[in-house]
């Protein structure tokens, strides 16, 4: 079979569940990723059996990234898996912000709280070089997918701990850079997302009690009173629905606090400091 015609199967079996723009986003990043291949129409491809079998799993609504095993985030791949967010364009905003806002050079000590596949710390311990960064997890088995990201990208370079962000937490350092994109979707948005993440991404990373949806940042808030030091920055990733809210509870306890918003013009984003 040719990719021509792989393509045309893709969009026959799968024009009842995406829309064509995401077949065709699909599609690509199969080719590219599963198959290591660029588009070239008259390529000929072996191993039907198997990408029938892939097909099948897109039909079920599995993320592209759980049948590839990785993710494009920022500048690398990153291995992902059922217990990990996949990580979202969203969240490359917010390295950014920070890349931004520091300069690549200082020695800065960094946490990432919630850190899922790694990608955050990841990210900036490849851009601030002299940065100690560490990341925090609830999740073993997120923990131990970040860690195989961070020895295939930045040689280990990262300081993992496993702990319950909702219980006190004492760590011996102190940080002057606090990252989170906490779990933030209240269950009422449930009916607004996709099935591929419903069904498939950890509820564990998403999900909040509707009566307290900004548990995770009162969490992220006590951290810091402990945690970050003088003069350090906290950066956020946060709902969308819920800026003001968001601010006003830093508002209590830092001088400054900002919500900005994303490329879609959506606030995603908090720096507190
Ligand atoms: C929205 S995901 C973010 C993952 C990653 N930082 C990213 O941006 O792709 C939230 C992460 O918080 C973790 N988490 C959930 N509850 C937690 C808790 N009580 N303590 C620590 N981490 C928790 C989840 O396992 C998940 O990895």
Same mark, same amino acid.
């Given at each position: 079979?040719?990719?021509?015609?792989? &393509?045309?199967?893709?969009?026959?079996?799968?024009?009842?569940?995406?829309?064509?723009? !995401?077949?065709?986003?699909?599609?690509?990043?199969?080719?590219?990723?599963?198959?290591?291949?660029?588009?070239?129409?008259?390529?000929?491809?072996?191993?039907? %059996?198997?990408?029938?079998? /892939?097909?099948? $799993?897109?039909?079920?609504?599995?993320?592209?990234?759980?049948?590839?095993?990785?993710?494009?985030?920022?500048? /690398?791949?990153?291995?992902?898996?059922?217990?990990?967010?996949?990580?979202?364009?969203?969240?490359?905003?917010?390295?950014?912000?920070?890349?931004?806002?520091?300069?690549?050079?200082?020695?800065?000590?960094?946490?990432?709280?919630?850190?899922? =596949?790694?990608?955050?710390?990841?990210?900036? &311990?490849?851009?601030?070089?002299?940065?100690?960064?560490?990341?925090?997890?609830? =999740?073993?088995?997120?923990?131990?997918?970040? &860690? %195989?990201?961070?020895?295939?990208?930045?040689?280990?370079?990262?300081? +993992?701990?496993?702990?319950?962000? $909702?219980?006190?937490?004492?760590?011996?350092?102190?940080?002057?850079?606090?990252? =989170?994109?906490?779990?933030?979707?209240?269950?009422?948005?449930?009916?607004?997302?996709?099935?591929?993440?419903?069904?498939?991404?950890?509820?564990?990373?998403? +999900?909040? /009690?509707?009566? /307290?949806?900004?548990?995770?940042?009162?969490?992220?808030?006590?951290?810091?009173?402990?945690?970050?030091?003088?003069?350090? +920055?906290?950066?956020? !990733?946060?709902?969308?629905?819920?800026? !003001?809210?968001?601010?006003?509870? +830093?508002?209590?306890?830092?001088?400054?606090?900002?919500?900005?918003?994303?490329? =879609?013009?959506?606030?995603?984003?908090?720096?507190?400091?």
């Amino acid at each position: 079979m040719t990719l021509a015609e792989l &393509k045309q199967i893709f969009i026959s079996k799968l024009e009842k569940c995406y829309d064509k723009n !995401e077949i065709e986003q699909l599609f690509l990043i199969y080719i590219e990723d599963k198959l290591n291949l660029t588009f070239n129409p008259s390529f000929v491809i072996e191993n039907e %059996e198997n990408i029938e079998k /892939d097909i099948l $799993l897109l039909q079920e609504y599995k993320p592209i990234q759980h049948i590839t095993g990785k993710a494009f985030f920022y500048d /690398d791949f990153f291995k992902v898996s059922q217990h990990t967010l996949i990580p979202r364009p969203e969240t490359e905003e917010l390295i950014e912000l920070i890349r931004n806002n520091h300069s690549e050079n200082d020695t800065l000590s960094i946490i990432d709280l919630g850190t899922g =596949s790694g990608c955050i710390p990841i990210s900036l &311990k490849k851009i601030f070089r002299n940065a100690n960064v560490a990341a925090l997890d609830i =999740s073993n088995e997120a923990l131990q997918i970040a &860690k %195989e990201n961070a020895k295939n990208i930045v040689n280990n370079e990262i300081t +993992f701990y496993e702990n319950d962000l $909702l219980k006190d937490i004492n760590l011996a350092e102190k940080f002057d850079i606090i990252i =989170s994109n906490p779990p933030y979707i209240r269950n009422l948005e449930k009916q607004e997302m996709h099935k591929n993440v419903l069904e498939h991404e950890p509820h564990l990373a998403l +999900f909040v /009690d509707d009566n /307290d949806p900004l548990v995770f940042y009162k969490r992220v808030i006590e951290f810091a009173k402990n945690h970050l030091n003088k003069n350090g +920055f906290v950066y956020c !990733e946060i709902n969308q629905y819920l800026p !003001e809210e968001t601010k006003e509870l +830093f508002d209590e306890h830092f001088r400054n606090v900002e919500v900005i918003k994303d490329i =879609s013009g959506n606030y995603r984003m908090l720096i507190a400091n």
